[in-house]
């Protein structure tokens, strides 16, 4: 049977089968996360289970709670999620697959813009939005409209946690900045995720990753050596900040359970990317020394970089004189071992051109394979540039399930290689925990699909105001008749 009709006779089966069966064959999947909001009795608090009444008793586990197997950190928290792209709904996704429920606000009609960032596209909604929206319910509302921010104050008063990621201002001119929302939820905590913060010169400008990574830095320090500046391969500067706020939000719901007081805060991509800079920007801030493009090698350990082979590349480090002289013995070059140009590292980074030709021209004489098989077991950090097949099919990703399997909404097929009939391969958590499994995920919404039911569950609207709303334009419901 072939692998299609495999997966496809065992999607009745539970996510751990079809991990399994799965993992043998190309890639490994992994269950995702389900969340079920329960009974919330009181949204000025956050719901977390009733210990000896201190945060200290909460931490050290005093909490019998049945099903406590099951049960995930963040189950009855709920988060309305304003944003779009990718910072804000990486955020939020993470706090989704821990358990919040996450309501995502979209504009009737386009929704989020990544949904037609494509090709390529599974059905009508791009690999891109699919990738960064699982674990969360739609609404489709226009909050221009009074109505329309009525509808989000009215939400955030139920909701733990608001996320944001507009133009500072913007929403507060619709009347749903922090100051506006405070008034009518005091428990929220207000995550804006902007460009350059709520201050300085720079504060009105939108945020864009590239433009971010150029203004922090990361373009200057990336690239090759003497080339041009070249952009990271993925968004960093945009994930980083995703990373930040989602720490960010954890830390406010752990603030709020000791004072039962809401708060704002203020990520952005500028001071998410500067603090990411780490040592780069300590050698300037202390040693006023500017840092350079390296391509792929260190600026302060030699060797340590991609190196050229016959069919690839590898990269190959040396941390220290023992590791020096394993790679000049596993590249048969033990007369540079003693060579007193390299003796050190010190000396390496001062004569680093020399002794790179030498090891390059070495590599360059075998296939990468060949490479890989003389370095296993050498206690040399080691490994290939992989491609995204390889990366999907090597050994260790498939011992560490980090991927889900999703059932497209819209039933839609694409050539994309892991869909199998409507089920779509994304990335899942890169965290195990052994006290809860990550599991059942939800899979990323169409365009208003929740609407009904976030109005009517959440909101208690009855059927003629939602009707009304939906003559005034004000709110859409996914294929709504």
Same mark, same amino acid.
């Given at each position: ?45 956050? *719901? ?10 909460? $931490? ?144 009105? $400008? ?140 010190? $000396? ?13 021209? *070495? ?55 892991? $869909? ?62």
């Amino acid at each position: 049977m072939s692998a299609s009709g495999m997966l496809g006779a065992k999607m009745g089966r539970n996510s751990r089968t079809i991990y399994h069966l799965w993992k043998g064959l190309c890639s490994p999947l992994d269950i995702g996360v389900g969340s079920f909001l329960g009974p919330r009795a009181f949204p000025q608090l956050l *719901r977390l289970p009733s210990c000896s009444g201190s945060f200290r008793g909460l $931490q050290q586990g005093n909490c019998p709670h049945p099903g406590a197997d099951t049960v995930k950190p963040l189950d009855g928290v709920r988060i309305l999620d304003l944003t779009r792209v990718l910072a804000g709904p990486f955020a939020t996704m993470n706090l989704g697959d821990l358990g919040a429920e996450v309501i995502k606000v979209e504009k009737p009609g386009s929704g989020d813009d990544t949904r037609s960032w494509g090709p390529p596209f599974v059905g009508t909604e791009s690999v891109y939005f699919l990738s960064v929206n699982r674990n969360k319910k739609s609404i489709a509302v226009n909050m221009k409209k009074a109505k329309g921010a009525k509808i989000i104050k009215e939400l955030a008063a139920v909701c733990d946690v608001l996320v944001e990621n507009y133009i500072p201002g913007k929403l507060a001119g619709m009347g749903l900045g922090y100051d506006e929302i405070n008034k009518v939820a005091p428990h929220i905590i207000y995550c804006s995720i902007t460009g350059y913060g709520q201050t300085g010169p720079k504060f009105q $400008q939108a945020g864009y990753d590239s433009v971010a990574a150029a203004v922090s830095g990361l373009l200057h320090i990336t690239g090759p050596e003497g080339g041009e500046p070249v952009r990271p391969g993925v968004a960093m500067t945009d994930l980083a900040t995703g990373l930040y706020a989602y720490g960010a939000i954890m830390a406010a719901l752990l603030q709020r359970h000791k004072t039962g007081k809401g708060m704002h805060l203020d990520c952005n991509l500028l001071s998410s990317q500067v603090a990411c800079l780490t040592y780069i920007a300590s050698n300037f801030l202390n040693c006023k020394t500017e840092a350079i493009r390296w391509g792929t090698a260190h600026a302060s350990i030699v060797p340590y970089q991609a190196f050229r082979t016959k069919d690839g590349y590898i990269v190959v480090g040396a941390g220290n004189n023992q590791q020096f002289a394993t790679v000049c013995k596993l590249l048969s070059l033990p007369e540079i071992i003693h060579d007193l140009k390299y003796k050190n590292n010190q $000396q390496r980074v001062v004569n680093r051109k020399e002794l790179i030709g030498k090891l390059s021209a *070495r590599f360059l004489e075998e296939e990468t394979s060949k490479w890989l098989d003389h370095f296993e077991g050498s206690g040399v950090p080691y490994g290939p540039i992989n491609s995204m097949k390889q990366v999907f099919s090597d050994p260790q990703a498939r011992d560490f399930p980090v991927l889900f399997y999703h059932r497209h909404q819209s039933g839609s097929r694409s050539s994309w290689v892991f $869909q199998v009939e409507n089920y779509v391969v994304c990335k899942g958590p890169a965290v195990r925990y052994n006290q809860f499994e990550v599991s059942d995920p939800k899979p990323p919404p169409l365009v208003g699909q929740h609407t009904l039911d976030v109005l009517k569950s959440k909101l208690g609207y009855k059927d003629d105001v939602i009707q009304d709303l939906f003559d005034a334009e004000v709110i859409a419901q996914h294929e709504f008749k």
